[in-house]
């Protein structure tokens, strides 16, 4: 924090692009329904959400970010996001710094950065705003392009001055008071406002009474909850939040908790925050103050102290974590204090995004369960999303992904790290497999190296992965190259550590689902066991000219995972769509090229092989209707090698 002194129409997809459905229904007439939420939160605004937490007397805690420096530090914020995002924080924030083009489309900007949190990562979001440097209208541009990126909440703040003091600004705003006034009048009720409060008052207020009284303004003005600067000792907070509640100040206070992680770290937030640290604590950093270890132990002590006496005296409704874009100290500190909560129940099968008009989103193709940020992507465009059921399938306008540049869309595995998983010259296509293999198997590679992700699949493998990982590594290592696969479950309960997700009491089900590569060869040997199961297995075969081979009906998608639940209609999250495939069969294909063959040089053989399965094999997904029963998947696949092995009649 930075100082300052004050029913989707239609049966299918309704894309913004087309207007209107293409079913041949009306709104009136469409058959999908409106489902029930799973998770009642995705609706919520962030004070509900507090003021629910409030009531129950359930402690949360919050995380802040800054933008980073680089393109490289974009991608790697966005993965962190990811990771802590496992622990369930209420929110996340994202400073804003007026040197770095906070409100561009840059990837380093504030504006992109807390866009990108909200919509790719499924966070509830506060963008930080400042007074500094801006115009009346330029605020209002960025409010209003904040809105259009799903943004819903503002931390108003005046802004640190550019040089040793404030200067007027001209057509701007001098005061965050100002600002807050400005939102409301422009924008009503649509952010919840947070404003800054500084427990030993303001450096530049003329006292901590008058800072007080400008605080109390910044409520008055709008504002919904507070978050306190950087303090060291709980007396400071307790202090400060009687003397708020005596000048009639009620809303939430949460207490800002900055980890002591290094000592130039340390200088450098006290000296932007204008704070004198206790005795006691240089007393003890001095001298090791070049053991980062060392220091970071003690900082992670000194919090959780701190913290512990800030919840036992029940006046820290949660508590709110400066992280440095850190992740370390401040998962050992929330871990410590039973804060830090790995639920491994979902809402839904896929990572949800936090964008206001997602919120009914219930139903996607499983095709990119390992790609959600693409899949959020290549949707962003479309005014309304499926809720409920898919609907008759009519051709949804997935965006062209050709931006594989994006930062949230890249690999985060440095190119040197994926050639040492990956390999650094293949010789066959018999090699790639092996990487396929080692990725199933997690065991190391013969260079020693373990395969962490592939094009398709940018994290470790999914925990049901594990109920069938012998029967993966066997058709891997025999050229079927899967990406994308799921047990088939006959109502586990939604609790599954696994399987499950959704609310408590309910049942979860799944049919067996296997998508591959494969070369041609095998597809033509597939093609003839498939006869056989007709009946029980739907399936669709392409290759990256868009020859189509399939036994499903036509425009008609297949629930292939479902949940049922008390007081709620049957949610059927993800379905096998033949349209959206076809849209989902580029992406397939370009990953091969854009985030594996570009790691070779242009002529060499690596390319070449993978230019070769670019442009020759085929794309599979196999559907075992039967889920009741054990999944035929895999006999499938091992008849198909069957009559590949036998001798060819003369």
């Known amino acids: 924090m930075v100082n300052e002194a004050q029913g989707n129409s239609g049966p299918g997809p309704s894309p913004h692009s087309e207007g209107s459905s293409s079913g041949g229904e009306s709104s009136k007439d469409s058959s999908r329904c409106s489902t029930p939420g799973l998770d009642t939160e995705r609706h919520d605004r962030l004070r509900e959400k507090m003021r629910r937490r409030i009531e129950s007397g359930v402690k949360w805690f919050s995380l802040e970010f800054f933008p980073p420096r680089t393109n490289e530090g974009a991608v790697n914020l966005i993965s962190r996001f990811d990771r802590m995002a496992v622990g369930g924080p209420l929110f996340i924030d994202v400073t804003w710094h007026p040197s770095g083009d906070p409100g561009s489309d840059r990837d380093t900007s504030s504006m992109k950065i807390a866009g990108t949190a909200v919509n790719y990562c499924g966070l509830e979001t506060i963008l930080h705003m400042t007074c500094c440097c801006q115009s009346r209208e330029e605020i209002t541009g960025h409010l209003q392009k904040a809105k259009q990126l799903g943004l819903k909440n503002i931390l108003a ?3 640190d001055p550019v040089g040793d003091e404030w200067e007027e600004q001209e057509r701007g705003f001098n005061y965050a008071t100002d600002l807050v006034k400005h939102i409301r009048s422009e924008f009503g009720d649509y952010f919840d406002i947070c404003v800054a409060g500084y427990p030993k008052g303001h450096p530049e207020a003329r006292s ?95 919090a959780v102290n701190l913290c512990q006496e800030l919840l036992a005296s029940g006046m820290a409704p949660g508590l709110h974590f400066y992280t440095l874009n850190r992740e370390v100290a401040t998962i050992e500190i929330l871990k410590r204090l039973g804060m830090w909560i790995e639920d491994p129940r979902r809402p839904l099968p896929w990572a949800v995004s936090a964008h206001p008009k997602r919120r009914e989103e219930d139903v996607r193709p499983i095709f990119w369960a390992s790609r959600p940020k693409s899949y959020i992507y290549r949707t962003q465009e479309w005014d309304e999303f499926p809720n409920g059921r898919w609907g008759n399938s009519a051709s949804p306008a997935f965006g062209e992904l050709k931006d594989y540049y994006l930062f949230y869309l890249k690999s985060k595995t440095p190119k040197e790290e994926l050639l040492k998983m990956w390999g650094e010259e293949l010789t066959s296509e018999e090699s790639v497999f092996e990487v396929f293999a080692h990725y199933i198997s997690g065991e190391p590679n013969q260079n020693g190296y373990k395969v962490t992700c592939l094009p398709w699949n940018d994290d470790p493998l999914a925990a049901e992965t594990s109920l069938m990982k012998d029967e993966l590594l066997q058709v891997n290592r025999q050229g079927i190259l899967t990406i994308n696969s799921q047990p088939n479950i006959n109502g586990k309960p939604s609790s599954d550590p696994i399987v499950g997700w959704g609310p408590s009491g309910g049942y979860v089900f799944q049919k067996a689902y296997l ?36 036994n499903a009906p036509e425009l008609q998608p297949n629930a292939v995972t479902w949940g049922i639940f008390p007081g709620r209609e049957v949610i059927q999250p993800t379905v096998v769509d033949p349209i959206s495939f076809m849209f989902w069969k580029d992406e397939a294909f370009g990953l091969w090229i854009e985030q594996w063959g570009k790691l070779y040089d242009e002529e ?47």
């Open 208 to 302: 901590f009474e008058a800072d007080l009284n400008y605080l109390k303004e910044k409520v008055s003005a709008g504002a919904d909850f507070i978050i306190t600067q950087l303090f060291f000792e709980a007396e400071t907070f307790f202090h400060f939040v009687k003397a708020c509640t005596k000048i009639g100040i009620t809303c939430p206070i949460l207490p800002g908790i900055f980890p002591i992680q290094g000592y130039h770290s340390l200088r450098q937030l006290v000296k932007l925050s204008k704070l004198e640290v206790p005795q006691e604590i240089k007393d003890v950093v001095e001298p090791i103050k070049d053991n980062d270890a060392a220091i970071r132990n003690y900082g992670i002590e000194l």
């Open 157 to 159: 703040l005046r802004g």
């Open 515 to 550: 998508e591959f590569f494969t070369s041609r060869e095998t597809v033509e040997a597939l093609l003839q066991v498939l006869k056989r199961y007709e009946l029980r297995v739907n399936y669709h075969i392409v290759d990256v000219k868009g020859e189509n081979i399939t």
């Open 604 to 650: 060499s053989p690596s390319r070449m092989i993978i230019q070769y399965i670019h442009d020759n094999y085929f794309l599979v997904n196999l559907v075992d209707n039967e889920f009741p029963l054990d999944n035929c998947l895999w006999k499938v696949v091992e008849d198909t090698f069957d009559l590949l092995s036998r001798p060819a009649p003369e």
